[in-house]
């Protein structure tokens, strides 16, 4: 009888012919994605144990083993089964991200090392009041850009630009009235060592994020109210959180349906500012609190016509993945990972 379950199990949890992408959390992955083959919970621990240590070369600068351990998490965003348009969107997301940090870290923490490549002043420590040829200039490119133009904010922008290159480049006389201390110099220092720290905490960074992102991709809310059965949570909060991932999963389908009436409507025929499409998608909100007041109203009918109640027993979940080799196999990696996470430092 139980290998008659087992097989039943099996045809339900095989797809539906045709059918190419299957929705996680937040996206929509591939249904023969390799990694959603690894159980949830060796995918959360072998996650956890790789940030871990990802984490462990960020803080003890180590690039090598962070651009290792980056190779494996881009390994592990490969075979999430994410969609390419959506990879190259997040891609684009996160760039400015990790350049804002590496520019961080590398300009406005001086880090000295063997060799400097870039030693620049920036504030003497004191500010000086008075007089100078630079504010001239600096007033008359903004009235001239404002008259041309009646616009004043890209005349500032030009003016700012054009009185920082001449005060470097020619000795502009200048009158100081008054000079007060405050705070300490400023520097701009980039020496190797500095380079170094930066770089390995951008490709750490960037580790984690991929290989969380492959996590999210991977995983399904029934595929997680599974592993909580197994894991032998109660119920109240497994049924909790069936409720909480089901009613995310039609907002993300409602949204879907009031964005494709905005563009039936032609929201976009023109062109818009970044303002105006801000507007457009606040204008969401209110069919979006709508149709989530009307869904809790069907879940709890539909929950009441069926006799669900909190105490009674419920049925075992289809989508419980069992225990395999392979999760066996994930499991020691986990280990790996812990220890370089954990252990003793080699260098």
């Known amino acids: 009888m139980s290998g008659n379950n087992t097989v039943n199990n099996a045809l339900f949890l095989q797809a539906p012919p045709g059918k190419r992408y ?146 470097r480049l020619f000795p502009l006389p200048e009158w100081t009235l008054l000079k007060i201390s405050f705070f300490h110099q400023l520097s701009i220092l980039v020496s190797d060592r500095g380079l170094l720290i930066a770089i390995t905490k951008v490709i750490g960074y960037s580790g984690m994020v991929l290989s969380t992102i492959a996590l999210v991709v991977t995983g399904r809310d029934s595929e997680l109210i599974g592993a909580l059965r197994q894991l032998r949570v109660p119920q109240p909060v497994i049924f909790f959180l069936s ?53 809790s109203s069907e879940i709890g009918d539909a929950l009441l016509a069926r006799g669900y109640r909190l105490g009674q027993k419920s049925a075992n979940f289809y989508e419980t993945t069992p225990w395999r080799l392979l999760d066996w196999g994930v499991l020691v990696i986990c280990l790996v990972l812990l220890y370089l996470a954990l252990g003793p430092r080699v260098i």
Do not use: E
């Open 22 to 167: 299957v929705r996680s959390f937040f996206f929509s992955r591939r249904i023969d994605a390799p990694l959603a083959r690894v159980h949830l919970l060796a995918r959360v621990l072998l996650v956890v144990c790789l940030s871990s240590a990802q984490l462990r070369t960020i803080v003890h600068p180590d690039l090598m083993g962070a651009c290792l351990l980056w190779l494996f998490s881009f390994i592990l965003f490969l075979t999430s089964g994410m969609n390419a348009r959506v990879a190259r969107l997040y891609f684009l997301l996160t760039l400015p991200a990790l350049l804002s940090l590496f520019l961080t870290w590398t300009l406005f923490n001086p880090i000295p090392g063997q060799i400097t490549l870039v030693h620049l002043p920036v504030y003497s420590g004191s500010i000086s009041i008075g007089l100078a040829w630079w504010q001239a200039l600096w007033l008359g490119i903004i009235g001239a850009y404002y008259l041309w133009t009646r616009k004043i904010f890209l005349g500032l922008l030009l003016a700012t630009v054009a009185a920082f290159a001449f005060a």
């Open 243 to 295: 409720t909480v991932f089901r009613a995310l999963d039609l907002a993300l389908s409602d949204y879907d349906i009031i964005r494709q009436a905005q563009l039936a409507r032609a929201v976009n025929a023109r062109p818009r500012s970044f303002i105006r499409r801000l507007r457009d998608l606040s204008s969401i909100a209110v069919p979006m609190v709508a149709m989530m007041i009307r869904r």
